[in-house]
């Protein structure tokens, strides 16, 4: 997670904590307790300012909620098993299955040493994704996208053309981690 989404995250829960913190003073009289707080009527800087805020914070929370509320209904749901039903019956098939389809694509490359796949899929679309360290070769954005072709075409063959299934291949470049010379004598 990076800083600026802790960030966000961070001061929408103090806000929260605020905005809680004042309901709680304000119904406390709903349960005994053994402590009392003060109504943030009777301070003197902010009571007049407190109900305003509340009012503006209620609403942002509020509408929050309901947007994260219809993201989790309606966020796709990622599957280990594609099922693929036809008329001579089902074939399911598991998303191991793909990742080491691919996997023995991309190892026939010369281009692309030590290849990571990782595969997400949903009910009609199969994310592929590529990593790999790129060795340096003339053309190599040309290979690249003829790998992509290739796997795209491979994965359509196996899933079957009669199945609408979307297929999205990228390829990633990652950098070897760079070997430090230590010194043996300090």
């Known amino acids: 997670m990076g800083k600026l989404r802790k960030s966000l995250i961070s001061i929408l829960l103090l806000l929260l904590i605020f905005t809680l913190f004042f309901v709680f003073v304000e119904n406390q009289d709903a349960v005994q307790l053994p402590i009392r707080f003060i109504s943030m ?5 902010i009571g007049m300012y407190v109900q305003e805020l509340l009012f503006g914070l209620s ?7 309901v ?12 599957k280990n098993i594609l099922v693929l039903a036809q008329q001579q019956g089902t074939l399911k098939i598991q998303k191991k299955a793909v990742e080491n389809f ?7 490359e010369p281009f692309i040493e030590n290849p990571s ?29 003829e790998l992509v072709e290739e796997i795209q075409s491979q994965v359509a063959s196996l899933l079957g053309t009669t199945e609408n299934i979307k297929t999205d291949v ?11 010379n230590q010194e043996r004598v300090k």
């Open 67 to 78: 947007l994260f509320f219809v993201i989790t209904i309606f966020y796709p749901k990622k």
């Open 102 to 108: 691919v996997l023995q694509i991309v190892d026939k």
């Open 41 to 45: 009527y009777n301070y003197p800087w």
């Open 170 to 180: 990228s390829l990633e470049n990652y950098r070897k981690p760079e070997e430090k």
């Open 117 to 145: 796949i990782k595969v997400k899929m949903y009910n009609k679309k199969v994310l592929i994704k590529i990593a790999g360290y790129m060795r340096k070769a003339p053309a190599i954005l040309e290979k690249q996208n």
């Open 59 to 65: 609403i942002l929370f509020l509408v929050l909620t």
